[in-house]
């Protein structure tokens, strides 16, 4: 049973180009969240998708953005990239908005980092 | 806003010690409340959980215990192994509202245990 999987796992960006993130959910799970992690820091959530729609969303500047396709799989978009964006990104799936034991299931993350 | 607070880190401990993590949180109601791991090289999973006061979650010999009136819920373990090293992470989320969804995270421990 493949777990969520992400790519790419490394990437480096300069500031003010695009990126593109991706998130392959847990099999049998529809509900995909992002979450940014700095270094030494815990993980912020970004936004959360679910029936192909953003259903919640923390504290990000608009320059985040995502999209959730029907196989339930997920982009995460960051446009004009700062430095401050150097982070791990986070998926996490689950089935529903939030699953009833409260349990999100985690990939390794993309780690990026901006020049 | 809702925030979690965990104790300051690393934690070094010989195998066979005794750990205890403390954690506290700041929330509107009475959130639920989880322990994830974050285990070198893989991604966050779940260790625990609880969900309303007085409740005792445990796993892999970890336990915490939902404390309302020191909105606390300290991670312990009566004997550490060399493969409980990892980072430790304390969350909190809601079932309701606009942080229907949202994982809140501490900063993190990290904890390494020597032979």
């Known amino acids: 049973d493949a777990g969520v999987t992400q790519s790419p796992t490394h990437l480096i960006k300069t500031r003010g180009q695009q990126v593109t993130l991706r998130c392959s959910p847990k099999s049998g799970h529809d509900t995909v969240s992002w979450y940014q992690q700095a270094l030494g820091q815990g993980p912020q959530f970004i936004f959360q998708y679910y029936e192909e729609e953003e259903r919640q969303r923390g504290n990000f500047p608009d320059r985040f953005s995502g999209h959730q396709f029907p196989n339930y799989s997920s982009e995460l978009n960051v446009n004009a990239l700062l430095l401050g964006d150097s982070a791990l990104y986070l998926c996490?799936?689950?089935?529903?908005?939030?699953?009833?034991?409260?349990?999100?299931?985690f990939g390794e993350g993309s780690r990026l980092t901006v020049l | 806003g809702n925030s979690v607070t965990q104790m300051e880190g690393p934690v070094t401990l010989s195998e066979e010690a005794f750990l205890t993590i403390n954690c506290t949180y700041t929330a509107t109601g009475y959130p639920s409340l989880f322990w994830y791991v974050q285990y070198p090289g893989e991604g966050l999973q779940l260790l625990l959980k609880a969900t309303k006061a007085d409740d005792k979650g445990s796993n892999k010999g970890f336990e915490a215990t939902y404390r309302k009136e020191t909105t606390s819920f300290h991670l312990e373990k009566g004997s550490v192994q060399v493969s409980d090293s990892a980072v430790y992470f304390c969350a909190l989320t809601f079932s309701g509202g606009t942080s229907y969804g949202k994982l809140t995270f501490g900063q993190g421990t990290i904890l390494t245990v020597h032979p």
């Open positions: 996490a799936s689950s089935l529903g908005q939030f699953a009833n034991t409260g349990e999100l299931f």
